[in-house]
């Protein structure tokens, strides 16, 4: 569906694009992980052929973006990071609004947004003003919005950013039905467990690069230990601590607020911190996941 080699995008010496290759398979949902700054929204709006790309090469259902932007749109849904709704229309309208630039016949689109309202679950907003609705619901009208064209690619970028832990659920949902209709799904995200959960197969990017490529199971064996045993002893003290540490895990990384110990056993890490004679104010045991992943190859958290 979608292949990219050397992929570059470059702002006066700003690298934001730093020559990536990367390829997305019909049906899956692949992620572009990263923290802020990193270049997911550059990608994807090269992609979606509204900004044009430095240097590589780009295939998007082959056509090229660079030069065939118009077609590439016609066939691609966008929900870009800022919901751009028209807060001045009601919520119906700005579907069929949206589907009218297609230039996709009015009796096309009475049908449509039906469908695509209650996919959305706000068939009873229909009528409602946009300014009115939850940011959750601005989000769903927008992926809805997105549909209009019936796109064989759908792009999502940082979907849940700002939405409370019940509006990400729902929308998980929503994107869960959608990649199950078959629709292929491309998701830029900063939190590793929206990565986990919504994608099938990412690549990690810092600073323009890719860093790593695989499924999140993957990428945990590869790059972390099943375990993971988080120490909180205050910070003043974690540097003499982690020395007293040494062995204990694998390896251990220290942050600002806490020890991470990688090991396979995280019961039994913590029987060892204790007979060291080491008491924590907390400790927790918990599963590898992708911000473990993030930390081991750039040493640095995703979330700053
Ligand atoms: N129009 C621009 N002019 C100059 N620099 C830019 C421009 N747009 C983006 N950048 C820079 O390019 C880099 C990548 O930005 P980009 O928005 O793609 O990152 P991101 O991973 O999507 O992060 P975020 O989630 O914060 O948008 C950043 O260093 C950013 O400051």
């Known amino acids: 569906m979608i292949t990219a080699r050397g992929l570059r995008k470059t702002y006066g010496e700003v690298h934001a694009v730093d020559g990536i290759d990367f390829e997305v398979e019909a049906g899956e949902s692949f992620g572009l992980l990263g923290p802020n700054g990193a270049g997911k929204s550059t990608t994807m709006r090269m992609i979606g052929g509204t900004l044009d790309r430095t240097g590589g090469t780009l295939d998007v259902l082959g056509l090229d973006p660079g030069t065939q932007g118009p077609a590439v749109r016609a066939n691609l849904g966008v929900v870009p990071q800022q919901d751009n709704l028209d807060e001045e229309l009601r919520v119906r309208e700005n579907i069929v609004m949206y589907g009218r630039y297609f230039g996709l016949s009015r009796s096309y689109l009475a049908a449509k947004a039906d469908e695509l309202l209650a996919f959305a679950q706000l068939e009873a907003k229909a009528r409602d003003k946009v300014v009115n609705l939850s940011g959750g619901m601005k989000r769903r009208l927008t992926i809805a919005r997105g549909l209009v064209n019936e796109p064989r690619i759908l792009l999502l970028d940082e979907p849940t950013t700002g939405l409370d832990p019940q509006a990400r659920h729902v929308l998980w949902d929503r994107l869960f039905r959608l990649k199950e209709s078959g629709t292929t799904l491309v998701v830029t995200t900063h939190f590793m467990d929206e990565a986990e959960q919504l994608c099938d197969r990412l690549v990690v ?29 205050g910070s003043a003290r974690n540097a003499t601590v982690v020395q007293q540490l040494e062995g204990v895990g694998e390896r251990n990384e220290v942050l600002p607020d806490r020890i991470l110990v990688y090991t396979p056993d995280g019961e039994a890490a913590l029987e060892e911190v204790a007979a060291r004679g080491l008491h924590p104010v907390t400790s927790l045991v918990r599963r590898s996941s992708l911000e473990d992943v993030f930390l081991r190859l750039t040493g640095r958290s995703l979330v700053e």
């Open 205 to 233: 990017v810092d600073q323009g690069r890719i860093v790593a490529e695989g499924s999140p199971a993957q990428l945990i064996r590869q790059h972390s230990t099943r375990e993971v045993l988080e120490l909180r002893f």
